[in-house]
């Protein structure tokens, strides 16, 4: 059974940073895409950052030059460095995995593996 379980998350002030990590087991993800979205209150779960089997990323542009995703094949694991925090980067975060091999996507319907979510709040 496929399991992707992020962890990281937590409460930090406007302009600090925080570090999330995703976790995959059940299978390996070397040849397919990652991506992390967020989900805030009342609104739909938005593309934040995506990273393709050879390291290709794509950013939205709101967390461009702040959020950072990265991979370490070896660990099965995927990550999100989050800098420069504003309050209206609070939500629920999610990282996904595709579960075709070699394509990358910036949409919820390009991924087949959901993490349960980590709360990220920051405050003003």
């Given at each position: 059974?496929v ?8 409460l ?19 040849r397919?895409?990652?991506?992390w979205?967020?989900?805030a ?12 089997w ?6 939205a ?6 959020f950072?995703?990265s ?19 609070t ?22 593996y ?9 405050s003003?």
């Amino acid at each position: 059974q496929v399991q992707l379980v992020e962890s990281g998350g937590g409460l930090v002030q406007t302009g600090g940073s925080l570090r999330l990590s995703c976790a995959a087991s059940g299978r390996t993800f070397s040849r397919n895409a990652m991506g992390w979205f967020r989900q805030a209150p009342g609104k739909e779960r938005e593309f934040l950052a995506a990273i393709s089997w050879t390291d290709t990323t794509h950013y939205a542009d709101s967390v461009k030059g702040r959020f950072t995703i990265s991979r370490d094949n070896a660990k099965n694991t995927a990550y999100l460095q989050m800098n420069s925090l504003k309050a209206e980067d609070t939500a629920v975060y999610y990282c996904a995995a595709d579960g075709t091999p070699y394509g990358v996507g910036t949409t919820t319907s390009h991924y087949d593996y959901w993490g349960q979510g980590t709360q990220v709040t920051v405050s003003s």
